[in-house]
């Protein structure tokens, strides 16, 4: 008799198909949030030579696009190589986070109004990890019927 499907933590089903495109999305968000963070002190220090003044939310904004992709880049790591459930939980969470502050930037007139583009990538990876194939996957419990 087979013992593998009463063994705790031992799934039957292999690794669901999305966790590969999830991980390179999770990726792209890493190298997304650098690049936004460098953007966003790069146009502060070229506004404030032209004589405008920023407070410290654009210091305090790249910090957090810098944190942020790192806490991605470690997070997609553990994703692929490892069933661990806080970093599939890290990473939902900065996803929410950065649906907030679009909503914040896209309702603050000074800060460009709508100018900015729908944060997808987040949306998506916010879809695929609440997926319950995924949930099951990474909290390593059996698939729900």
Not at 8 to 28: N, R, Y
Request: glycine content about 10%; hydrophobic content about 55%; aromatic content about 12%.
């Amino acid at each position: 008799m087979d013992n593998i499907g009463s063994q705790p933590g031992v799934l039957q089903e292999g690794k669901p198909s999305s966790v590969t495109w999830t991980v390179v999305l999770i990726w792209v968000q890493a190298v997304t949030s650098v690049f936004g963070g460098w953007l966003v002190f790069s146009l502060a220090l070229e506004a404030g030579s032209r004589g405008r003044e920023f407070g410290d939310w654009v210091f305090l904004l790249t910090y957090a696009h810098m944190l942020a992709a790192a806490l991605f880049a470690v997070c997609a790591v553990l994703l692929i190589g490892r069933r661990l459930a806080w970093p599939r939980y890290t990473v939902i969470v900065l996803n929410l986070l950065m649906l907030a502050s679009w909503g914040a930037v896209l309702f603050d007139g000074e800060a460009g109004g709508g100018a900015t583009m729908p944060p997808l990538i987040s949306l998506i990876v916010l879809f695929l990890l609440s997926r319950r194939e995924m949930a099951c996957w990474y909290d390593n419990s059996p698939p729900r019927r």
